[in-house]
């Protein structure tokens, strides 16, 4: 099961969650997940602390309620600048749901996600669920400016 959602977040939704994005990239767990020292990857990526999700940034768990991930769940921050990537891997969750978002500064090509066999392009205020059994990575970005940036979500 792979499922597009195209304009998630109604306008006011959205630049709510501009708001809580900023906000959730300086409070992440800076600590890097195990994939940058695998060698699987190369980006920034912190996770989010539910909780903190439901009390300081409101919008990512409307998101989550949105989309209907109501159960235990993680939140993953993602942020992808020149050359960066990652290979080709399966994750621990039932469910994985990337979340597309794009400042209006961010200019850069590439970054799809792959699923399986399908191919998704990063478009802004989109998302894809899929199992988190599939095979999926991202391509390499280039930027000329700003970064790709997501919020993965992980539910169990």
């Known amino acids: 099961m ?3 959602k195209s304009q998630v ?5 959205f630049e709510q969650i501009q708001k809580d994005f900023a906000l959730a990239n300086t409070l ?19 996770f989010i602390d539910k909780e903190m999700c439901k009390m300081i940034t409101p919008s990512i768990s409307n998101l989550c309620e949105k989309l209907k991930v109501t159960d235990n769940y993680s939140v993953l921050y993602g942020e992808y600048e020149n050359n960066d990537f990652y290979k080709s891997h399966k994750d621990d969750s039932v469910k994985t749901l990337v979340y597309f978002y794009r400042n209006r500064s961010d200019n850069f090509d590439g970054g799809e996600l792959r699923v399986i066999d399908k191919i998704f392009k990063h478009q802004n205020n989109n998302g894809v669920i899929f199992n988190g059994e599939y095979e999926h990575e991202v391509k390499p ?16």
Do not use: C, M, P, Q
Request: net charge positive; charged share 35%; aromatic share 12%.
């Open 2 to 4: 792979i499922e597009y």
């Open 9 to 13: 977040l109604n306008e006011h939704e």
């Open 28 to 46: 992440a767990n800076r600590e890097e997940h195990n994939g940058s020292e695998k060698n699987k990857k190369s980006g920034k990526s912190w």
């Open 141 to 156: 970005v280039k930027t000329k400016t700003g970064s790709r940036k997501t919020l993965t979500i992980f539910y169990y």
